[in-house]
C-alpha cells in the first residue's frame, strides 16, 4: 500500500475516550500532565494531532516504517502477530513528534463513495478511541513469544476500544435529567 491519503470531514473523540485511555494506564492525571520540558500535556497533542487532521481534512494512513511521521497513522492489525485481528478496524499514530510512544488510537466510519477526488478513500468521521502505548498494545517481547498470552491481551484491549463509541453526547448530558 505504502502511503494512503484518506479524507475526512472531522476527527473527533469518542465518548469513551476517557474511560479508554484510564483502562490502557492513561487516566487524566496521566495524560493532563504538563511536560516542564515542552510546556506541553498529551492530551494538548492529542488535541493539536485532532486539529490538524480536521485542518486538513485529511489523515495519511502508512504502512512502512520509513513513512512514519507525527500525524500519520498506521493499521493496527498490520502484523501477522497472535491475536492481531481484534484489532481489525483500528489505527495507531504516535501522539508527539519523534516519541514512540504514547500512541493515539482512531478508526474510520462511513465511507465516501465516491471519494473526493485527490484521496485515496473518504470517511465521514475519524473516531479518536485511546491514548496508550506500545507496549499495551502490542505486547513486550517476552509476550510476543506466547501467541496464547497474546490473543488473550489483544481480545481484553479490543473490548476497551469500542468501535462504535457515541461521539455526539455532550460530557454535560444528564442520563436521569427529565
Given amino acids: ?11 473527533e473523540f469518542s465518548e469513551d475516550f476517557v474511560r479508554a485511555s484510564e483502562d490502557f494506564e492513561y487516566g ?12 506541553q500535556s498529551i492530551l494538548h497533542y492529542a488535541v493539536r494531532l485532532q486539529q490538524r487532521w480536521n485542518d486538513d481534512n485529511c489523515i ?9 511521521l507525527w500525524s500519520r497513522v498506521k493499521a493496527s492489525d ?23 510512544d504514547p500512541l493515539i488510537v482512531i478508526s ?9 477526488t485527490g484521496y485515496d478513500k473518504g470517511f465521514k468521521l475519524a473516531v479518536i478511541h485511546a491514548i496508550s502505548d506500545h507496549s499495551t498494545l502490542f ?3 517476552w509476550e510476543k513469544k506466547i501467541p496464547a498470552y497474546m490473543r488473550d491481551k489483544r481480545k481484553e484491549n479490543s473490548n476497551i476500544l ?10 454535560s448530558d444528564d442520563p436521569t435529567a427529565s
Avoid: Q
Wanted: hydrophobic share 30%; aromatic share 14%; glycine share 8%.
Fill in 162 to 171: 469500542n468501535y462504535f463509541a457515541d461521539i455526539n453526547s455532550s460530557d
Fill in 28 to 39: 487524566y492525571d496521566v495524560i493532563s500532565k504538563v511536560n516542564v520540558k515542552t510546556g
Fill in 139 to 141: 505486547g513486550d517481547s
Fill in 60 to 68: 495519511v494512513v502508512y504502512d512502512h516504517d520509513d513513512d512514519r
Fill in 78 to 100: 498490520s502484523k501477522d502477530d497472535a491475536g492481531i485481528n481484534w484489532y481489525l478496524g483500528f489505527f495507531h499514530g504516535r501522539v508527539e513528534a519523534w516519541k514512540n
Fill in 108 to 116: 474510520f466510519r462511513d465511507e465516501i463513495i465516491p471519494t473526493p
Fill in 1 to 11: 500500500m505504502g502511503i494512503e491519503k484518506r479524507y475526512i470531514t472531522k476527527a
